[in-house]
């Protein structure tokens, strides 16, 4: 058994996972792949996808940027085509936005930010729902950040568009609860990888720090001082899939370490 190999799972669940591969969303796809799910993904880069399909031929993909609506709907269009239904969505659509005082912040740049954190889930969900109806029931997780639980100066689009995750997730699971849906949030902290990197390269040019510094200012927001492994995201997400979540909807999961603080 892998690491990520889990007896609750039910064989041959239907999953879709958005932002996918690479990082955090591969993680999760390759799990559930390895508990005989039935896995299709997108992702806004072609070049992820044809590593992702390479080394995992038995999932297929679209390529996608899920922040346009009619993407999403191509997507949904080759979900019912390849899966023949649907029983798990993972929304992981997620950017780090820009790092500025908020009278500094462009339109531009705040829309990016709100349109692929926030509004790809709502896009995702509202396709998502006919197909877990139909299927008797379901989940919803969204990959949200442990900036849904603070504020964050010189963050706000980044911390609001997660903030509005929680909003979604609480109001969904009141919503979809007699239709047999669950819908949680999972709340990652600082998730180890290429992206974190960059943010914390962006950091430390804007604070002329050094990389080290800038690390350790992230390792000192939670109590256990560790920043999260995407294969610790991909666990909790075949839990709350599993049988053993069965029960579980409507709340919003930290994983961090127990954050502290949020801050830069």
Same mark, same amino acid.
């Given at each position: 058994?892998?690491?990520?190999?889990f007896?609750?799972i039910k064989?041959g669940?239907r999953? *879709?996972? @958005?932002? /996918?591969?690479?990082?955090?969303?591969?993680?999760?796809? %390759?799990?559930?792949? =390895?508990?005989?799910?039935?896995?299709?993904?997108?992702?806004?880069?072609? +070049?992820?996808?044809?590593e992702?399909?390479?080394?995992?031929?038995m999932?297929? /993909?679209?390529f996608?940027?899920?922040s346009?609506?009619d993407?999403?709907?191509r997507?949904?269009e080759?979900?019912?085509?390849?899966l023949?239904g649907?029983?798990? *969505?993972?929304?992981?659509?997620?950017?780090?936005?820009?790092?500025?005082?908020?009278q500094? #912040?462009?339109?531009?740049?705040?829309? +990016?930010?709100?349109?692929?954190n *926030?509004?790809s889930?709502?896009?995702c969900? &509202?396709?998502?729902?006919p197909l $877990?109806?139909n299927?008797g029931?379901g989940?919803?997780?969204f #990959?949200? @950040?442990? /900036?849904?639980?603070?504020g964050c100066?010189? &963050?706000?689009p980044?911390?609001v568009?997660?903030?509005?995750? #929680?909003?979604?997730?609480k109001? *969904?699971?009141?919503?979809?609860?007699p239709?047999? !849906?669950?819908v949680?949030?999972?709340?990652?902290?600082s998730? =180890?990888? =290429? +992206? !974190?990197?960059?943010?914390?390269?962006?950091d430390?040019? @804007?604070q002329?720090?050094?990389?080290? %510094?800038? +690390?350790q200012?992230? $390792?000192?927001q939670?109590?256990m001082?560790?920043?999260v492994e995407a294969?610790?995201?991909?666990?909790m997400?075949?839990? $709350?899939?599993? @049988?053993?979540g069965?029960k579980?909807?409507?709340?919003a999961?930290? $994983?961090d370490g127990?954050? %502290?603080?949020f801050s830069l």
């Open positions: 058994m892998t690491e990520a190999s007896q609750a064989p669940l999953v *879709l996972i @958005s932002a /996918a591969a690479s990082g955090i969303g591969k993680s999760i796809a %390759e799990a559930f792949q =390895e508990n005989d799910c039935k896995v299709h993904i997108c992702d806004s880069d072609q +070049r992820a996808i044809d992702c399909l390479a080394s995992n031929p999932i297929s /993909a679209t996608a940027d899920v346009d609506p993407m999403v709907d997507v949904f080759d979900v019912t085509s390849k023949g649907l029983d798990v *969505l993972v929304n992981n659509a997620g950017i780090a936005g820009p790092v500025a005082p908020v500094d #912040i462009e339109p531009t740049d705040w829309n +990016r930010t709100i349109a692929v *926030l509004n889930h709502f896009y969900a &509202r396709k998502a729902v $877990l109806q299927s029931g989940c919803i997780i #990959i949200a @950040s442990s /900036a849904a639980f603070f100066p010189l &963050r706000s980044y911390s568009s997660k903030w509005g995750l #929680i909003g979604l997730t109001t *969904l699971a009141m919503e979809l609860g239709s047999g !849906i669950r949680n949030a999972i709340c990652p902290g998730v =180890e990888g =290429e +992206r !974190i990197n960059s943010v914390m390269q962006r430390a040019r @804007s002329n720090k050094s990389i080290e %510094e800038i +690390r200012n992230y $390792l000192a939670n109590s001082g560790t920043f294969r610790d995201v991909a666990n997400t075949l839990f $709350l899939a599993s @049988s053993m069965a579980i909807s409507g709340q999961i930290g $994983l127990n954050t %502290e603080s």
